[in-house]
């Protein structure tokens, strides 16, 4: 059994025990935020970063304990991010869907719900919380999967960021109507980085989808890298929160070298 096979099966788990999802909180919740803001937030004209707020991971273990979910999400909006990323899983990532409503309500930016989706209720639930977008994984649903999650999210004005990591993901993305496709240069089977995944996937997407870059970008020379094979946003997490100072370590990402 693979990492993400243990995570998967361990969600379907904790979702047997969870009470049903309160839709009416949804729905005061979506009536409360901008419509779509994350598609909104990633045609800025400038290099767009997704900064990401996480407490582990099971590839780098312990990153921050306990995180000021609050102090981080104001640095990261110094520092001229465009989005916040927040990784909610409980178990491997030691996340909490609390923290979305405390980094949007600290930054005034959309906010990434990142979770492993596979069913649902997770999709209400996130936007109950706050969430201004939700990631769906295209390693875990196939192409009618992908098109109905897509579906439920509009009702509620919520975009979904697709994440591919090969060809058949991203076929499965593109088949369900994926509008923003992020691709994982993390291998979530192995955990291994490749930075020329999302290069290689690049020239196979769709016009008109939004493309975004995630894991193993670390430095200016990486944004400029990708963004010359075309993405419109840069997903980064463990390098900004490893930083003593977020709000400068994201400024050195946005700003022109």
């Not at 969430?131 to 979904?160: K, V």
């Not at 058949?168 to 995944?197: H, K, P, T, W, Y």
Request: charged share 25%.
């Amino acid at each position: 059994m693979t990492i993400l096979d243990e995570i998967v099966s361990r969600t379907r788990a904790r979702l047997g025990g969870e009470a049903p999802p309160d839709r009416a909180a949804a729905e005061r919740a979506a009536r409360n935020r901008r419509s779509f803001a994350l598609t909104e937030a990633l045609k800025r004209e400038s290099v767009n970063v997704i900064a990401e707020i996480k407490s582990a991971s099971p590839s780098a273990g312990p990153i921050v304990e306990n995180p000021d979910v609050e102090g981080i999400a104001a640095a990261y909006k110094e520092g001229g991010a465009a989005a916040i990323s927040i990784v909610t899983e409980p178990d491997f990532f030691r996340g909490s869907r609390g923290w979305i409503e405390r980094a949007a309500r600290s930054s005034g930016l959309p906010v990434l719900m990142k979770d492993f989706i596979v069913d649902e209720s997770q999709l209400i639930r996130g936007v109950a919380a706050g969430a201004s977008a939700i990631l769906l994984l295209a390693s875990l649903l196939d192409a009618t999967q992908i098109r109905d999650f897509i579906a439920c999210l509009d009702e509620f004005s919520c975009d979904a960021l697709v994440e591919v990591h090969d060809e058949a993901e991203l076929a499965r993305a593109v088949g369900g109507g994926a509008r923003i496709i992020g691709v994982n240069n993390r291998n979530l089977r192995d955990f291994s980085v490749d930075l020329g995944a999302s290069e290689r996937l690049a020239r196979q997407m769709p016009e008109g989808a939004l493309r975004v870059a995630e894991s193993g970008i670390k430095t200016r020379a990486d944004v400029d890298r990708l963004r010359a094979a075309g993405f419109d946003a840069f997903l980064v997490g463990e390098s900004l929160l490893r930083q003593n100072d977020r709000a400068a370590a994201v400024r050195q990402l946005v700003m022109a070298p």
